[in-house]
């Protein structure tokens, strides 16, 4: 709203009413606040906007939590944590790093 539209304020100095308009250009920030300032949802299985459908997660029986285990997939390939399947879910971790999005894409 605040890009497109924009917001009428009142300037208390020059005693008068104006529309602004502004963008958010560039954050640095954790996880949860990403999820705030992009309105993106940033818990339950599909938690990371850029592997949405792919994002690997495992639903807790006990806690009832979902954790994400395909992170190693970022790794360089001949990284030890590739084989160390017990620490992760069982199974070596050789997929494709995911296609990054566009700037159209995260335009839109």
Do not use: W
């Amino acid at each position: 709203m605040l890009s497109k539209v924009g917001v009428d304020v009142f300037d208390g100095y020059c005693n008068e009413s104006f529309k602004i308009r502004a963008m958010t250009f560039c954050t640095i920030n954790e996880f949860p606040a990403y999820g705030n300032l992009c309105g993106y949802s940033v818990k339950g299985h599909k938690a990371y906007p850029i592997c949405e459908e792919g994002t690997c997660y495992h639903q807790l029986q006990r806690g009832r939590k979902t954790v994400y285990l395909g992170h190693p997939i970022f790794l360089i390939r001949d990284h030890m944590y590739h084989r160390l399947r017990k620490t992760f879910n069982g199974f070596p971790e050789y997929e494709n790093v995911p296609k990054a999005i566009t700037e159209e894409e995260v335009y839109q």
